[in-house]
């Protein structure tokens, strides 16, 4: 593997003391470079890049950080990392000393501690990987892991965590870290670190989905090596792969990448990784066939990993050119897995998911609230779609943010008090008194939003988005990509994937062969019909109806 001292080859970087904090050991630290000077552009430096941050040009940085193999000792990464971190910030950027109060109100004092400190319960300890960190470095990270688990509560169990904040340390100091890791725990639009176990064993499930389609001879030649154990056991490990056994130079350039676009970056690492452990233990006199064979594929990997035989940009080039593999194939496979998990967990009767659905009822407040406010739901009806929403936004209050007898008939108004919401349960009540809706996983607000080409979207949303009647019937319309348990994702039409469309003219949910609700600008007429999105009936017989009263809820903090 070519591996240099960078004084030889780039003078301009700063020497390996300089580059990184006082609290990394850069003495273990390989440099590696992928080919002679003068082969390729010059790297992009921060002030270059900048401007496409500022003016939110997403796919023109993507393909920069893609493209531009910065050494380990760059001094990019101490400006461009929280840059592309702050991207993702959800609600008001913290102010400056917030973190510093925190550690004070859960420590007493900003003084680092002589003794080591007792990590949050949702930290895995045989994962809190230091990299090159110095012992002053183990403690920072601990003490940030530790406030992250004061501020965010609701994280139950997040292996990943403790590693990306350790990674972040090399390139920053502590408070600077903190606010990149809440950047990332908060994030709505894209996910970077999961946070409960339910969605971990989510993610190697779509990692072993998508290996199936995009790496099939790869992912059928580590089912035959897997043997006994199972594929299943390899994948469950799949993100240690990356943050556990990849050389550090290799697991730098992954999360430059992986800061920007999410954690869909690991997915295609992974199947980099599978893809180049297939080409390498084909041939069975190979010394990786060997390793598999005598050690269980599941070491081999991990050897083969730390001994990892292309550079940074061939592992990440293998990586993007994996073909087809969409960002929306990956959440649709993503939302399956996850839907058909939580319903395994019901039907099973599972602890966690029975006590949070019955636990975390609407508070007796909310109840009232809703009882004096709400011309669509009774209590009765409340708890039957509190059952139905996703297990995580039960935690949450529900609020009233729109009725047409208090704000009025207008879409303007509909989309001013209710667009940055996310997510939304719309009620309708009918002239015939029929009540029906929809959970709408998405913000309004998409409505706005342009593809990379500058076009703008007809349908947003995604499959957490449902339907339901609540009378005369009483019933749920999950979307078919969930429903469809024998169906395989690809066989699902374009018309199966319409969740959510507006204009200043009208509201649409669900499409294809029909529209599931679709109401006017003035909130006044709507009609209903069956659609390929969610294959529901209509939802009043009629299938055209007036609106008596439009209610949408939002819910406190989510």
């Known amino acids: 593997m070519p591996s240099v001292m960078l004084s030889a080859v780039l003078e301009e970087e700063p020497d390996l003391y300089e580059a990184f904090p006082p609290h990394v050991d850069p003495s273990g630290i390989t440099i590696l470079t992928d080919s002679p000077p003068g082969k390729k552009a010059p790297l992009k430096n921060f002030e270059e890049i900048q ?6 040009r997403k796919r023109e940085l993507k393909l920069i950080i893609r493209e531009n193999s910065w050494p380990i000792n760059s001094p990019v990464r101490a400006s461009l990392w929280p840059a592309l971190c702050r991207q993702h ?4 950027s913290m102010l400056d000393g917030f973190y510093w109060d925190m550690v004070t109100q859960v420590f007493g004092t900003v003084e680092l501690p002589d003794k080591p400190i007792m990590l949050p319960p949702f930290v895995e300890a045989t994962h809190c990987l230091g990299y090159h960190l110095t012992r002053k470095g183990r403690a920072v990270a601990d003490r940030v892991v530790s406030v992250l688990g004061y501020a965010c509560p609701d994280i139950t169990y997040s292996p990943s965590l403790y590693p990306i904040t350790a990674a972040l340390l090399h390139f920053m100091p502590e408070e600077e870290c903190y606010h990149c890791m809440a950047s990332l725990v908060a994030s709505k639009e894209k996910m970077f670190i999961t946070q409960t176990k339910l969605l971990n064993e989510v993610t190697w499930k779509t990692v072993m989905q998508i290996a199936k389609k995009h790496a099939k001879s790869a992912a059928q030649h580590l089912s035959r090596l897997s043997g006994a154990i199972g594929p299943e056991r390899i994948y469950a490990d799949w993100q ?12 730098v350039r992954v999360l430059d990448c992986f800061f920007h676009e999410g954690i869909k970056v690991f997915y295609r690492v992974a199947l980099a990784i599978l893809i180049l452990f297939h080409k390498h233990t084909t041939n069975q006199n190979s010394e990786w066939y ?7 594929v599941d070491h081999a990997i991990d050897k083969f990993c730390r001994n990892m035989p292309v550079s940074p940009t061939k592992l990440l080039r293998t990586a993007f050119t994996i073909r087809a593999l969409s960002s929306q194939y990956i959440s649709r496979v993503f939302i399956k897995t996850e839907m058909t998990l939580k319903s ?3 039907i099973t009767g599972s602890r966690l998911v029975r006590s949070r659905s019955s636990d975390n009822l609407p508070t007796s407040q909310s109840q009232v609230n809703i009882q004096m406010m709400s011309h669509t739901l009774t209590i009765r009806e409340l708890f039957t779609l509190w059952s139905w929403l996703p297990v995580r936004i039960t935690m949450y209050q529900p609020v009233l943010l729109y009725t047409t007898e208090e704000h009025g008939c207008s879409l303007t108004t509909f989309y001013v008090r209710v667009e940055h919401h996310e997510p939304t349960l719309l009620m309708i009540k009918t ?28 349908y947003f949303g995604t499959g957490e ?25 690809e066989k699902l039409s374009h018309g199966s994937e319409l969740f959510m469309a507006a204009d200043s003219k009208m509201i649409t949910i669900g499409g294809g062969d029909g529209q599931a609700i679709w109401m006017d600008e003035n909130i006044r007429y709507g009609k209903t019909d069956r659609c390929s999105t969610f294959n529901n009936p209509p939802l009043c017989p009629s299938g055209d109806f007036e609106i008596r009263v439009l209610e949408v809820y939002g819910f406190a903090g989510a």
């Open 344 to 346: 395994k967990q019901v």
């Open 240 to 251: 240690w792969w990356i943050l556990a056994a990849l050389p550090f130079p290799h697991l």
């Open 465 to 489: 988005t449902f339907l339901f009647s609540l009378y005369p019937e009483r019933a749920k319309y999950p979307w078919v990509g969930c429903a469809a348990d024998g169906r395989s994702d």
């Open 431 to 458: 002239c015939n008194n029929e009540v029906f809706g929809a959970y709408c996983s998405t913000r309004w607000f998409e409505r706005n939003q342009k593809d990379e080409r500058g076009n703008r979207q007809a």
């Open 290 to 296: 060997a390793e598999a064979t005598k050690n269980g």
């Open 89 to 92: 910030q959800h609600g008001k």
């Open 51 to 56: 401007p496409l941050i500022q003016q939110g």
